[in-house]
């Protein structure tokens, strides 16, 4: 069946530094892919999408590109915040979770 | 590892009908779940915070008394749909927070299909 499979946390970086989470899925048919963020205490949030092959997906600085020849959708953000600190969930349409990855900002 | 369930897994009703939604979270214990709903391709939209002993927090936009979320134990959160209509035909999601190895996470349900006919 489909999966999503992201890079285990916790990801520790200074402030400004790039980032980078790998994010590959296996999925029968052309499904929308999303990177969404949750800070603590509160619910996921939609961070970004694409709904199809090279469709690059942005916002808040953080972008990922839909890579249907190696089943990709990595997370990239060139200059970190502490702001930044939270939990990010790779996911396919249809409620197929990644497991999250921690990301943890240093002043 | 922590598995959280929902049931019914897919539900058809006739307009007018309610509907509830049972999320169980089964090897732990949760005193927040949250109920998101899911269109076809779309993005995940959170609805509310469920809490355990206390009122749930609904999002900007989400009709309480349309959605109403009852989380009646630590292990237990329920969204009944009331007086369903087609536009409410959707995908609800359920998740729990937990922690996996040293880091926190969700773990989501499987999802109830809902079809209002």
């Known amino acids: 069946g489909d999966s999503v499979t992201q890079m285990e946390g916790p990801v520790t970086l200074s402030e400004e530094a790039f980032l980078t989470i790998n994010c590959t899925y296996t999925?029968?048919?052309?499904?929308?892919l999303f990177w969404y963020v949750q800070y603590p205490g509160e619910g996921l949030q939609l961070l970004l999408k694409?709904?199809?092959?090279?469709d690059k997906g942005s916002n808040k600085g953080f972008e990922a590109t839909y890579r249907k020849e190696t089943t990709s959708f990595h997370l990239e953000k060139g200059s970190v915040q502490v702001s930044d600190s939270a939990v990010y969930f790779c996911a396919l349409s249809g409620g197929i979770f990644g497991k999250g990855t921690r990301l943890h900002i240093l002043p | 590892g922590a598995v959280v369930s929902q049931h019914p897994s897919r539900v058809i009703c006739k307009s007018g009908t309610s509907v509830k939604i049972e999320c169980r979270s089964l090897?732990?214990?949760?005193?927040?779940m949250f109920w998101y709903r899911q269109f076809p391709k779309q993005s995940l939209m959170l609805m509310a915070t469920s809490n355990e002993g206390s009122k749930a927090t609904y999002e900007q936009g989400v009709e309480k008394d349309k959605f109403l979320i009852n989380h009646a134990s630590l292990t237990l959160s329920t969204l009944t749909v009331t007086s369903a209509h087609p536009e409410d035909s959707s995908f609800y999601i359920c998740?729990?927070?937990?922690?996996?190895?040293?880091?926190?996470?969700?773990?989501f349900g499987p999802g109830t299909r809902l079809l209002v006919l």
């Open positions: 999925a029968t048919g052309y499904p929308s």
């Open positions: 694409a709904t199809k092959a090279d």
């Open positions: 090897d732990f214990q949760a005193t927040t």
């Open positions: 998740s729990a927070p937990g922690v996996t190895g040293n880091q926190e996470t969700q773990y």
